[in-house]
């Protein structure tokens, strides 16, 4: 039997030694937790105190420390995992990085116009409406032009403004804002949209999470909120 114990030790890491070792300072946590040298200490303690004419059968001992070697085995996976995820979090870093410099679709109302003067948006409806009306304001929000976009079913309409006011004037060169309503039953509700703007850096939390996109005009988004890169 004794060979057989020391096998399953061997095959579990854990060195047979009878020298004592010095005593350790244990945190609240840990001393509510076991580790291969208590574990050990345990079993032996067993060993020495067990009924002469009814020792502990090998299938019994060794279904104990395979259930050690599996919680042991959790522990050093979840240990594996928590450094994955560290690794993740610093991809993330430089993936957010890449962003710099570019435009992105996100939710917003603040639009940047392209060198021809107008811009193109998303407005996202969660369901059909009667219609659905666009309005473009400056900073200030004087009103320049209104897009009546009619009867629009669910989902995401794209909408095109060629720069001009309602009365065929250049807008300017911006930036804008924009919103949209959508009528239900007689009832005007507001509805998001989805706007191109610049990326012009990135905030890495100090608290390791995901880092957060700085874009103009409208602070702080997350990278998850990104529809799609110009």
């Given amino acids: 039997m004794s060979i057989a114990f020391d096998t399953a030790l061997a095959n579990l890491g854990i060195a047979r030694s009878g020298v004592a070792s010095d005593p350790k300072v244990q945190t609240a946590a ?58 993740l979090d610093a991809n993330n870093g430089a993936s957010a990085l890449s962003y710099v410099g570019k435009t992105v679709l996100v939710p917003g109302n603040v639009a ?35 897009v009546a976009l009619g009867p629009q079913g669910a989902g995401e309409i794209p909408l095109s403004w060629d720069g001009t006011t309602n009365d065929g004037e250049d807008a300017g060169t911006g930036p804008f804002k924009i919103s949209a309503t959508a009528v239900r039953n007689a009832v005007s509700t507001a509805t998001p ?22 874009v103009a005009g409208l602070g702080q988004t997350p990278i998850s909120a990104v529809r799609e890169i110009g």
Avoid at 34 to 47: C, E, I, N, P, V
Avoid at 51 to 77: H, L
Avoid at 136 to 145: A, H, Q, Y
Avoid at 193 to 214: E, F, I, M, Y
Wanted: aromatic share 6%; proline share 5%.
């Fill in 30 to 87: 840990q001393s509510q937790t076991l580790d291969q040298s208590a574990f050990l200490k345990l079993m032996t303690a067993q060993l020495k105190n067990q009924d002469p004419f009814k020792p502990v059968e090998n299938e019994a001992m060794v279904a104990q420390m395979a259930q050690f070697s599996s919680v042991a085995g959790i522990s050093e996976m979840n240990q594996t995992l928590k450094a994955m995820a560290s690794r």
């Fill in 193 to 214: 949209v989805l706007v191109w703007a610049p990326v012009t850096s990135v905030s890495v939390p100090a608290d390791g999470s995901t880092p957060l996109l700085n």
């Fill in 112 to 146: 940047y116009p392209h060198t021809d003067g107008g811009f193109d948006s998303v407005v996202s409806l969660d369901s059909a409406a009667e219609n659905v009306q666009v309005t473009i304001t400056d900073m200030n929000g004087k009103v320049l032009r209104t």
